[in-house]
T-cell receptor, first 111, second 111 residues
Framework: QQQVKQSPQSLIVQKGGISIINCAYE??????FPWYQQFPGKGPALLIA?????SEKKEGRFTISFNKSAKQFSLHIMDSQPGDSATYFC??????????FGTGTSLTVIP | EAQVTQNPRYLITVTGKKLTVTCSQN?????MSWYRQDPGLGLRQIYY???????DKGDVPEGYKVSRKEKRNFPLILESPSPNQTSLYFC??????????FGAGTRLSVL
């Protein structure tokens, strides 16, 4: 079964808008939650990551919000740009370098 | 240039014909992993390695083998490929702290 559930599957946002992608997990042993960005024909690239001891992490226009009690985390992309159009994956990891990925969200930012 | 190199990038083969996908990293990373990416399923970890001669099963190891005889190389072996192994494969390496760097991918078709 899917260890990390991601939604929505696809998202269309106007330039300058806020893109929000949500993920949920069940296993409380997970202690590292990264987001990856993937452009067509390329491998995923780490965008931003959070550990469960903080509720929010911000890097530029990208913010992770983390709700430990609800076992949910989300990616917010502020002031979305056409260059942000890509597929985004959330993931969860526990000790030992074992990773579980969400099913991906295809983001399209319309100029 | 720091990179993870996979070869070949594209491969078409027939059922049952043994194949190897190579992965090499030049960053002296201890951790390496193999993933497969399928539409609607996201990335799923096949095998991972925490050091030379140390490998462990990921989420979907059936039908795959790996070896880690040298730190820089982590080949993925399909002893008897089947059509359900048609997929996009990614190798990743990590210096620790769970930060992963992905290769460009290998698209495999098994006929």
């Amino acid at each position: 079964q899917q260890q990390v559930k991601q939604s929505p599957q696809s998202l269309i946002v106007q330039k300058g808008g806020i893109s929000i992608i949500n993920c949920a997990y069940e296993n409380t042993a997970f202690d590292y939650f990264p987001w990856y960005q993937q452009f067509p024909g390329k491998g995923p690239a780490l965008l931003i990551a959070i550990r469960p001891d903080v509720s929010e992490k911000k890097e530029g226009r990208f913010t992770i919000s983390f709700n430990k009690s609800a076992k949910q985390f989300s990616l917010h992309i502020m002031d979305s740009q056409p260059g942000d159009s890509a597929t985004y994956f959330c993931a969860a990891s526990r000790r030992g370098n074992q990773f579980y990925f969400g099913t991906g969200t295809s983001l399209t930012v319309i100029p | 240039e720091a990179q993870v190199t996979q070869n070949p990038r594209y491969l078409i083969t027939v059922t049952g014909k043994k194949l190897t996908v190579t992965c090499s990293q030049n960053m002296n990373h201890e951790y390496m992993s193999w993933y497969r990416q399928d539409p609607g399923l996201g990335l799923r970890q096949i095998y991972y390695s925490m050091n030379v001669e140390v490998t462990d099963k990921g989420d979907v190891p059936e039908g795959y083998k790996v070896s880690r005889k040298e730190k820089r190389n982590f080949p993925l072996i399909l002893e008897s490929p089947s059509p359900n192994q048609t997929s996009l494969y990614f190798c990743a390496s990590s210096p620790g702290q769970r930060i992963q760097y992905f290769g460009a991918g290998t698209r495999l078709s098994v006929l």
